[in-house]
């Protein structure tokens, strides 16, 4: 509008008479002498307005005259001709300017408005993005996206942090549990060893005894016996890969039901369990009368597990407390017995140790963490002043 309003008043200076024209009239005297006169009229204006004019002869217009004069109409010419060259071209350039600089200035603002735009809204969510797909890429989940903005962007941005943070849980777990069965794994290879290399004695010395005759029915008896052990211990071994196979395709079927009714139902079984084995269950039952979202049999599953193991080292007693917070369902259960090995507790030694050794630690422990890791929760091991403490936390 400024550059509109100062170009329209400098053409208006260079020719403020702009709708006016320039009339040249010849005067010939009665002696015969010519006097040039020019006149400034307006487009459209009557030429009878022109008091130094008047027509006398209707027949020809163009030779008015009066007594001894005569009037001759020389030229008409446009107020911008009597211009001079510069100035008829800086009044071309005002009209153009006039006419350009509303697109010119349209499409300028617009350039610079989408600079600012993308320097002031785009660009740190972009590079935050970009950066955040090249770690991916990079296969690194470890970062972060922050960028709070209340915009689209900042959607956009929290919205890929949480796929990120999605992705890295999942991958965390997924990494957990290949570590864990690659730990399992390694550690039946390793126990296989010792069976086998039983077995393998044995087929020795009876390929010898039978070659020399150095067997008697004494010794064939107590090798058969002793591999017999071999083979049952092999056995074991497999059915522990078997089982722990077996839980991780299992799927979690949860159901509303009563907190309170669910650990009351668990409770009595474990008491039945506990009382043949001679050994006293005390349980200990904070849980409001109110629904959860829980699979029943895989919680029981679990306990079974914990308490089966608990009652092989338990000495006189075992305790369980059932607790319910912030939707966590948490049940501790303890014994009197030797407690687990340090070197387990302290994760120098992740290796499967199955029932049957002379450790606080089984096949049943392993697939119980499975089953709460399945659950959205976990399982915990520690030791106490009076012996072992397993804690498993279920999400509900």
Excluded at 110 to 129: H, N, Q, T
Excluded at 130 to 144: C, K, P, V
Excluded at 372 to 395: D, F, P, R, W, Y
Aim: hydrophobic fraction near 40%; charged fraction near 25%; charge should be negative.
């Amino acid at each position: 509008a400024l550059i509109i309003a100062g170009c329209a008043s400098f053409r208006h200076w260079l020719l403020p008479d702009y709708d006016m024209a320039y009339l040249t009239i010849e005067k010939t005297m009665s002696d015969g002498s010519a006097i040039n006169s020019t006149v400034l009229l307006e487009y459209g204006q009557d030429m009878s307005s022109i008091p130094s004019i008047v027509a006398e002869d209707d027949d020809a217009p163009e030779q008015m005259t009066s007594v001894g004069e005569r009037y001759s109409l020389q030229k008409i010419e446009k107020s911008m001709d009597s211009l001079t060259p510069k100035r008829k071209l800086a009044y071309t350039v005002c009209g153009f300017t006039m006419f350009a600089a509303p697109t010119i200035l349209a499409f300028t603002a617009i350039f610079f408005c989408s600079i600012v735009f993308y320097r002031c809204k785009l660009k740190e969510p972009l590079a935050l993005m970009a950066e955040a797909t090249g770690q991916i890429a990079a296969r690194n989940l470890d970062f972060a996206i922050k960028y709070d903005s209340p915009d689209e962007m900042g959607g956009l941005c929290r919205s890929f942090e949480n796929m990120r943070a999605a992705l890295y849980e999942n991958n965390k777990e997924m990494w957990n549990m290949l570590e864990e069965r690659r730990l399992m794994q390694a550690s039946v290879a390793h126990d296989l060893r010792n069976p086998i290399a039983i077995i393998q004695g044995y087929t020795e010395y009876m390929q010898k005894g039978l070659d020399s005759g150095g067997l008697d029915r004494e010794k064939t008896a107590r090798i058969v016996i002793n591999l017999g052990v071999a083979a049952k211990r092999l056995e074991q071994y497999t059915e522990s890969v078997r089982l722990l196979n077996q839980s991780e395709e299992i799927q979690t079927e949860r159901k509303a039901v009563s907190a309170l009714k669910l650990a009351e139902s668990i409770s009595d079984d474990l008491s039945l369990m506990a009382e043949n084995c001679e050994i006293r269950l005390q349980v200990t039952n904070h849980l409001p009368d109110e629904e959860i979202m829980v699979d029943s049999a895989l919680l029981y599953r679990v306990l079974e597990n914990i308490v089966n193991n608990s009652l092989r080292y338990a000495n006189r007693v075992i305790c369980i407390h059932f607790t319910l917070e912030e939707g966590l369902l948490s049940v501790e259960v303890k014994d009197d017995g030797a407690g687990f090995p340090p070197d387990i507790l302290t994760g120098k030694s992740k290796k499967l140790l199955i029932a049957g050794e002379d450790v606080h630690m089984g096949i049943g422990l392993s697939i119980s963490r499975l089953l709460c890791q399945k659950h959205g929760g976990s399982l915990e091991m520690s030791n106490t002043a009076g012996g072992a403490c397993v804690k498993i936390s279920l999400s509900v």
